[in-house]
C-alpha cells in the first residue's frame, strides 16, 4: 500500500494557501474549485506514484480526500495570519467610520468589538479552522473521487 501522505500534503498545501491569496481565492466562489483542484491533484500524485490494478479503489480516495482537506485547512489557517494582519488598515478604516456615526445608532456590543478589534482573535482562528476542517474536507474528498475515476488505470 502506498503512502498517502505525501500526494495529501502537496495537494493541501496548494489549496490551502491558494485559498488564502486575494484574488485567486475568488476562484473558490465557483463551487469550491481550489479545493476541488487540490483533491485532483493528490489524487493525480497518488496513482502516478501508486499504479493501478484493478477495479478504482474510492475508499482510498475518500481517506485521500479528508487527509488532503485536512491539511489545506491547517495550512490555510497558517497563512490566513499574515493576511489579517495586512488588512489591519481596513480595522483602522471601520474603525474611522465607527466614529463618526450618529450616536443613536445602536450597534450589538459583539459586532462593535469584532469591528474594532483590528485582526483575527484566536477565537476568530479558531472558528475559521472548524469550519475549513468540514468544508475542505467535503470538496477535497470530491476531488480525489473524481480524480480516481479520472486517473486510476491510467
Known amino acids: 500500500m502506498n503512502s498517502k501522505i505525501k500526494p495529501a500534503a502537496i495537494g493541501g498545501v496548494f489549496l490551502g494557501v491558494l485559498s488564502q491569496i486575494p484574488l485567486i481565492n475568488l476562484l473558490n466562489c465557483a463551487c469550491c474549485a481550489l479545493v476541488i483542484g487540490g483533491g485532483l491533484l493528490s489524487s493525480f500524485l497518488y496513482y502516478r506514484e501508486a499504479g493501478s490494478a484493478g477495479d478504482p479503489p ?46 443613536d445608532v445602536d450597534i450589538p456590543p459583539f459586532l462593535e468589538s469584532a469591528m474594532v478589534s483590528g485582526g483575527v482573535g484566536f477565537v476568530g482562528l479558531v472558528f475559521s ?26
Not at 483602522?92 to 450618529?102: K, V
Not at 475549513?132 to 491510467?154: M, V
Open 58 to 103: 474510492y475508499g482510498d480516495a475518500t481517506i485521500l480526500g479528508l487527509l488532503t482537506g485536512a491539511i489545506g485547512a491547517v495550512v490555510g489557517t497558517i497563512v490566513s495570519i499574515p493576511f489579517a494582519f495586512i488588512g489591519g488598515g481596513f480595522a483602522a478604516a471601520m474603525e474611522q467610520a465607527m466614529a463618526s456615526m450618529p450616536s
Open 129 to 154: 479552522l472548524f469550519i475549513n476542517l468540514i468544508i475542505y474536507s467535503i470538496f477535497a474528498t470530491i476531488g480525489t473521487l473524481i480524480g480516481t475515476a479520472l486517473f486510476h488505470g491510467k
